[in-house]
Structure formats: C-alpha cells, structure tokens
C-alpha cells in the first residue's frame, strides 16, 4: 500500500521544501504540492495527517562501534560515577548480581577520570575494594584507557617485569617498576584478552541492544567502525537471520587481517546483503584527545613537560596500509583525534595517490584537532571529514585546559572544514557518547561546554548545514548520496519524525526535540 504524508514541516534537506511525499514500494514515488502528490497516488493508499510535526530523511550514523554498544550493554555502567566510592559501589552490586564464580570477571564500561572527585584513573588498590577474588576490568568512557584490580594484573602476567607494548603505556607505582593496575592504548589488550574467555557472551541480547539505541533516535544507517572477527561473525549471522532492522557498514580493521576477513565474507564485500556490508577499511592512528594520548605536533599543556602523546603506527606501516587499500580502491577510514596523527595519514595519503586520482573517499575520523592548513590539504584529496562535534560539550572544557586557549577553542573546526568545500558529517562514537544526532546538531549550532562557555564562536555553523551533515553528508561517505540522505523521487523512504523542525525552534532547543517515529524504506521500524 502507498503512503502519503502531508501537513506537516518537511525538510528535504536538498531542493525546496514540498507539501506532501508520496511512498510506495519502499521508495519515495513524488513529492511536491499535496493536489500533485494525491494525483499521482494510486486508489490504494494511507495517508498520515502530520499535524505540523516535521518530517525529514533519517539519519545516518558516519562512525561508531555497533557490536561494542551491544557488549557494554551487559557491563557494570560507571557513566554516572563521580568518585571511586561510587564506582566501588556500582561494581559491588554488579558482582552480587551474578553467581559467585572463581571463573566470574566484573567489567565496568563508562568512567571518565576527568570528572570524577578525585581528578586521577582508579588504581588497582581501589579496585581490589570491589574484589580481590575475580578479575575486574574497567574501560574508559574513551575506551582508549583502562584499569585493573590486582587479580587481573596477575592473570594477564603483567608484573615488574613487563615492558610497556609498542603503542602502549602500563602505569607504574611511583617511579618504581611495579605496575599500579593503570593500561593505555595496546597495553589494554593484555587485560582485556585475560578476561574475554570468563565472560557470558549472550549472542540474543547483544544483538537486540546494538541497534536499538541507533533506531529509537532516528538513525536507519548503522556503522560498525572497528570490526574484527567478532563482529563480523555476529553481524552475517544477523543478515543471515534477517535480524537488522537498520542497514549497517563495517570496516575491518586492516591491522587485525581486514584483508583476510573481506576474503571470508565476499557475500557483504561492498553491497547489502541482508542489510549488511563491509563498506572499506579502518586505521588507528592514535589514541584520546581528553586522555591525553593523542599524537599532537605541540605539547599538551597538561601533564609530564613536552609530552606530545604517541603513534599507534611507524609511517612505514601506515604507508604499507594505506598503499594496500589504494591498489585494491578500497575506502579507507583513519582515526585522527591529534594533529600530528591528522598530518601522518594526510602525508601518506597524498603521497600513495599521487598517481592515483580516482574517488576513493577516504576519512579522516574524530579531527578534533586538525589544523587549518591540513583542512586545505583534505579539501584537494579530497577527504571526507566525519567529526565528532559532541566533544565541545562532552570535553570542550578539559581540552581548554590539556591545549590552552587557541587549539582548545579550535577543537572540531567545522566552520572552516565547510568553507574550504571539505565534505563533513557528524558522528558520537557511541558507546563512547549515545547516538543522538540531535544533539551533535545543537553542539555544531551552539558549541557549548557543560560549564555553559562558548567554545570557539567563530566555528559555529548554520541548522540547515549540520542537519545535511548528519544526512545528505554522511550518505555521501558511504556512496549512498544517490539513494539516501534527501527526500527526493526515487530514493529510499528514510524518514524520521520530529515532534519539532529544528529550523523552527531555538537553536538551544534542538536537543530536546524528540523523535516519534523512525521509517525505513516506507516501514515504521520505531515509534515512541
């Protein structure tokens, strides 16, 4: 049956704005003025009175990590923890929870140092308060850093004698060799890999909280930013089960064999099946801005005297990637939180498609301080730019104080981006932030910090251009533009409903603005 929806805010966020949209078949069959559209509708139809509620494509999610929201859905929650006593007591209650099990492991995701009374990482001392008998593991809101209770440091054989892995840091008691339950970056691993095997891994549940959290906020276009064999796996045996309801990009890491992996699931490598591909390649350049290992060109103003933060990659390695998803015209998408990983993967980049000119599309992923002169550079490529804007408020104020005023107030330069023709979306690495795209296009409008200072005025854009960012912009990434991110005839019924137009209310109020239902391809996939 055919759908028409009419009186109501539409915004097609390319062309002018019409009266009435027409669906059938999943597509959008005509759009324009409501005696038109109704004409062209066939005897059957349904049509939806929008009652001034505003319609608009659905949005697309340009970065984030699917399988990993859907794990730390069954992990202890610290994001509201504001002291060591409270992330004790989270993971007590957590613990009593589950049956006690000298083969248990207690995991808390979502604790941020930054905001916690005590202003430090919890050591290994704390955590032993929580338990002393099974390993506990926590993550970082950043999920770039972690911590371990004593338990864990021993069955990861991390001791006085272990060196710190190449792009990775193991915190120490004082300046003495013995590890104080502190991991960074790689070191993260050597934790993480001691408790995987005691963790319940309920397939079920995880896929069902995975993509929720995406679709009840509006968003039909899912990414899975880091896939390794794992997700993989779990993400065909959803295809296979016709489980997603969203359609959902994975890129493989290429430094976890992306290459192999592509090989073992060529049914997904560049198109949907069952919802589901794998759109190109994934890098990681280096670590956390507001945790202070992002690779900066200058030194943070905070902490030990020049520290710079450090590579994931020697330029020897990031040129063999790089060159290997050239040949094989493959996007590749890098994590660049620090200017000088921005200036490593732009230098290498440009240096491996000197001879190579055809539309590949790369991302430079987060950019939070990318410099002017390298927003010239991406513009040429050209590069996309997917930002993660959420930072202005999330740590607006922290990177104030790790950078100073001028680079604290330049963090996430969309303004600039977009005035030197440089293609931006938004994106909230969730679970890192949740994939609220609403808010990322109030942070663009405003760029406020939780304290309420502006940050960084000049970069402020205009609502229509951050509500193409988090649509038409963020198609584009994915070689989409030509079926979704607008409403136009012949594209997708994307669609998502607002109880409110973001152009029409106050800028402060467009995070508030709440969403009623999602549409994909002309089926209601949520409705509040």
Not at 351 to 359: F, G, I, L, Q, R
């Amino acid at each position: 049956m055919e759908k028409l929806y009419f009186n109501g805010k539409i915004i097609p966020i390319t062309g002018s704005e019409p009266e009435a949209v027409l669906v059938s078949g999943g597509k959008i069959k005509k759009t324009g003025k409501l005696e038109d559209v109704r004409a062209a509708a066939s005897g059957s139809r349904e049509e939806t009175d929008l009652q001034g509620k505003c319609l608009m494509p659905s949005f697309i999610d340009s970065h984030s990590h699917m399988v990993m929201n859907g794990k730390m859905s069954a992990f202890a929650d610290l994001t509201s923890c504001s002291s060591f006593e409270q992330i004790i007591a989270v993971l007590k209650e957590y613990i009593a929870g589950r049956p006690a099990s000298e083969r248990g492991a207690a995991i808390g995701y979502g604790y941020d140092h930054n905001f916690l009374k005590e202003k430090r990482h919890p050591d290994r001392f704390v955590l032993d308060k929580a338990s002393r008998e099974i390993p506990v593991l926590l993550i970082h809101i950043s999920a770039h850093m972690a911590c371990a209770n004593s338990m864990l440091l021993k069955l990861s054989g991390i001791d006085e004698n272990t060196g710190n892995p190449p792009g990775g840091l193991i915190g120490r008691i004082g300046e003495g060799p013995e590890p104080d339950g502190y991991l960074e970056e790689a070191a993260m691993a050597l934790a993480q890999k001691a408790v995987q095997s005691r963790l319940p891994y309920h397939t079920d549940r995880i896929a069902e909280r995975m993509q929720e959290d995406y679709i009840k906020r509006g968003i039909t276009t899912i990414q899975e930013g880091a896939a390794a064999e794992t997700e993989l796996k779990l993400l065909k045996w959803m295809a296979d089960t016709h489980q997603l309801k969203a359609d959902v990009a994975a890129y493989p890491l290429l430094t976890a064999q992306g290459a192999e992996l592509i090989k073992r699931y060529p049914d997904f490598d560049g198109n949907y099946c069952g919802r589901l591909k794998i759109g190109g390649y994934k890098l990681i350049l280096d670590g956390s801005p507001q945790g202070i290992t992002a690779l900066m060109s200058e030194p943070y103003s905070e902490g030990e005297k020049g520290y710079c933060g450090y590579p994931y990659l020697e330029d020897w390695e990031v040129e063999k990637y790089v060159m290997q998803a050239v040949k094989e015209k493959r996007q590749l998408l890098a994590h660049c939180n620090g200017d000088a990983a921005s200036e490593q993967f732009l230098r290498i980049y440009e240096k491996c498609t000197a001879e190579n000119k055809e539309d590949l599309r790369p991302v430079m992923v987060h950019c939070q301080t990318v410099r002017k002169d390298q927003i010239d550079r991406m513009a040429v490529i050209p590069m996309i730019a997917s930002v993660f804007i959420g930072h202005v408020w999330y740590w607006g104020d922290i990177h104030l104080r790790n950078f100073g005023k001028y680079r604290g107030e330049y963090i996430s330069p969309v303004k600039d981006a977009v005035g030197c023709g440089v293609i931006v979306n938004f994106h909230q690495d969730t679970p890192v932030t949740k994939p609220d795209m609403l808010h990322s296009v109030w942070c663009a409008v405003n760029r406020i910090s939780r304290s309420g200072k502006i940050i960084g005025k000049e970069q402020r854009i205009s609502v229509g251009a951050a509500l193409k960012a988090v649509t038409y912009n963020a198609a584009y990434q994915y070689f989409e533009e030509d079926i979704k991110g607008s409403i136009e005839e012949g594209k997708n019924a994307d669609f998502v409903m607002l109880d409110r137009s973001p152009l029409e209310v106050p800028p402060l109020e467009i995070k508030d603005i709440e969403v009623l239902e999602t549409i994909k391809e002309g089926e209601t996939i949520y409705k509040a």
